[in-house]
């Protein structure tokens, strides 16, 4: 069962708006975007299963700002590109923060061939470079489980968003319970080539969210068995149906992980 929400919710941008231009600031450290941004970490989601993660990421995203007037949106250590075609097709003007230079290697073309609508960035990912309520949405993913101030980040995010935010997050309440058990398991795996992980409750990522002036106001697991378990099965139709069915028998809601998860602001 594949999904497409491009189709319904694809709009051509009605201006071109003046984006947020960056403030000065001292050289921002190095962080966990790099990683993701490399050719070795785009690796890992090749091929039909890779594809599959992708396409299941990529419509809890769309899913979550199904409904936005696609305006001004911030990539938060977005340099792996994975859903910044979607974006920039469906009207978003994409701005995409890295910590390095080479943190924007995955997009690019994108900003090469889209230069009105698609711009990199680079900055303090704990400190952004930009005013308070910069953008319409602020989002990011396959960062917070890195990232050594992870509460930072999210403040900044809150920050920097007029209307909400998109993050996510491996779920304690899932498989990851016994991470500390299985870790090792799922770095022989995969050849060593996971890095470690923070794994949160709910209830903390909601409390941070609290301080900040924001509520929850969407949540989709994506997975019912690890990512990890899907690439040793290697076969994409198996994992669609095994995760199809856990969705009908209504597992992946209560289990599931990652989380996507919608935050807007309190006076939203």
Known sequence: MAFDLRASTRVRPARIHTPAQPQPQLPPKPGPDIETASNAYRKRFAGAVGAFFLEMQTHALLSCLLGAAPLSILDVGGGHGQYSKDLIEMGWNLTVLG?????????????REHPRQCRFVCGDLEHFPFPDRSFDFVISFRLLSHADHWQTILSEMTRAARTGIVVDYPNRRSFNIAYPLLFKLKRALENDSTRTFTVFKDSEVEQAL????????????????????HRHFGNERLSRALEYHFRKAHLTQVWGSPIVLKAVRDEA
Not at 99 to 111: G, K, N
Request: charged share 20%.
């Open 210 to 229: 609290h301080k900040c002036g924001f509520h929850v106001d969407k949540r989709v697991p994506q997975f019912l068995l690890p990512m990890v378990c």
């Open 99 to 111: 910590s390095s230079p080479e943190a924007d290697l995955q997009i690019r073309p994108l900003t």
